[in-house]
């Protein structure tokens, strides 16, 4: 028996099938891509809606950046330090602690993030670094949010959310007769706090 060979109209019909097949396998790949892009931009939606201030804070550690405060101060410096409720940086030679609900904003020159804080660490609030500059007895500024002003002396005391700053003129030792007042401040009062001693 004889068998004719394909026409003509034959080949139209198999290449319209092929043409068919490969249109929707591209259509399919692109969905899957984008099926696979918007997956990735979810993804990365999430992270970063879990990034806490303090991650943010800690991937610029050892750089300089500016803060902006609530009391209307600005001050620049290289980040050296960032606790679960304060971050350090140095001046000229100063350590200047700002709290961070004392923030209005942080100018950096990237985006770099860190990781949470361990464990100790993220226990370390502004109370325990107030009572480290209260043990050396350090002098420090202690600038208030409003109005705007600053005072000069020693921390004589910490409480769980105020401290007691014993007034004295710069460069004199913390003798009692050398204090003209005791200042109570509370935590949420405090704007920026500057001392020559550096915080570890």
Known sequence: MEVDPPSAATYRGAMRWDALFT????QLQEAASAQQESEIRERTRGEQA???LVQRLSGQVGRQVGVSTRGGRSVTG???NVGAQWLALA???RSVIVPLPA???VRASDRAVGQPLPGIEAKLGL???LRALSRDRAQVALWVTS???GYFGV???VGADFLELALIARGDERRAAGVREVLTVPFSSIDTLESESSIE
């Open 23 to 26: 249109d929707l396998e591209s």
């Open 50 to 52: 879990r990034l806490t």
């Open 78 to 80: 290289v980040l050296t």
């Open 91 to 93: 001046v000229e030679g």
């Open 103 to 105: 923030l209005r904003t």
């Open 127 to 129: 109370g325990l670094l």
């Open 147 to 149: 109005p705007e002003s």
């Open 155 to 157: 921390i004589d005391r």
